[in-house]
């Protein structure tokens, strides 16, 4: 490894957080598989992306399953936060997630072109750039400054369980300010918020809240980011206002009603994809928008996710959230039912592709998914 970039490492995160994500890095591709993972964990699939191939080719799923990576839904989110500072009521986060940059090629391209069109403040990237969790990464360096010069604004990024820290020094040159067991303060006028993210808390366990929110000027609203949301409790316990997060891709391969087959975490089912709360603390997990092991998606459409943060009183009980994600899912799902069975070419089908693209990219604010 080069020693310009040790160096460079120590200097940035201090010798120790350097040295163990380094070493435990050269251990796990020295043994390519990671210690203690189950069967059906998807680390453990590497050598089997063929067998998964051919079971979707056998039940006739595996062309569409390709063709549904590359579609995209944008998703708007409300969030009603009771500790919000009135300046940032309306501060809009862009969140994309799990991009597995170079193994997802027509994702990446669709993704390019819809960035233009968005609306935010910043952007946060929850990690997993790459595509293999070991191995060459200048690829996926080459493909996420083609994304990134398509985002406007500050970008804020973490590090996932697929991320070498040697990527590090090159995210930063890209202009993606990355926190890893750093903070960040943003400001509006007199007020602030802040932005705290930690190194992968899953596989590498190189996690340090204390040490992150340390470096916090005093008491505010906070929001962290981590690749995965199993560190849950902790930042509940933390005092954190938001997580956002990824890692879990909702599955990627779902049965009929997104069921996951396997989210390779270890959580509740309910955090698995989308918004949820803990204790006083909102949490939402981005389900990606790239794929690993194989690109397929079933019953589980990639994404990115635009929060809008309301300052507000919380609704009681989970009702009226619910009965929102109903009222915006609900265009969507009526539009790609027809898209589905609407003869290619025809003046259906291109109407159904209209109503889908603006429900799932703009969409009345009545119909946006709310939480609490």
Known sequence: MNEDIVEHLERRLGRLHARQRIGIEDDHEARVLGQGLNYLHPKNWYYRPAII????????????????????????YDIVLPELPSAFDGFTILQISDLHVDMNEGAMQRLVELLPGLAYD?????????????GP???????????????????????????TIRMVPGLEEMGIGMLLNEAETLERGDQRIHLVGIDDAHYYRVDNIEKAVSQLPGDGFSILLSHTPEIYRQAAHADFDLLLSGHTHGGQICLPGAIPITL????????????????????????????????VRINCPPEIALHHLRRGAPNTG?????????????????ASSALRSAPEGSAARGASAQLATSAATTGP???RNSMW
């Not at 990464?137 to 697929?162: D, K, M, S, W, Y």
């Not at 009222?327 to 969507?332: E, F, K, V």
């Open 365 to 367: 604010s009545r119909s």
């Open 137 to 163: 990464f200048a690829a996926t360096l080459e493909g996420l400054a083609r994304v990134c010069a398509q985002i406007t604004g500050p970008i804020f990024g973490v590090l996932g369980n697929h991320d």
């Open 264 to 295: 390779g975490a270890k959580l509740p089912r309910r955090m698995g994809s989308g918004l949820w709360k803990y204790h006083d603390m909102i949490g939402y997990t981005s389900v990606g928008v790239g794929s690993c092991i194989v690109p």
């Open 318 to 334: 989970d009702r009226v959230q619910r009965a929102s994600a109903e009222a915006w899912l609900a265009p969507r799902a009526k």
């Open 53 to 76: 191939r051919k079971a979707l080719k056998l039940t006739g799923l595996y062309w569409r399953a390709r063709k549904n990576t590359e579609r995209i839904q944008i998703r708007h």
């Open 122 to 134: 910043v952007c946060v990237l929850t990690g997993d750039y790459r595509g293999r969790t070991f």
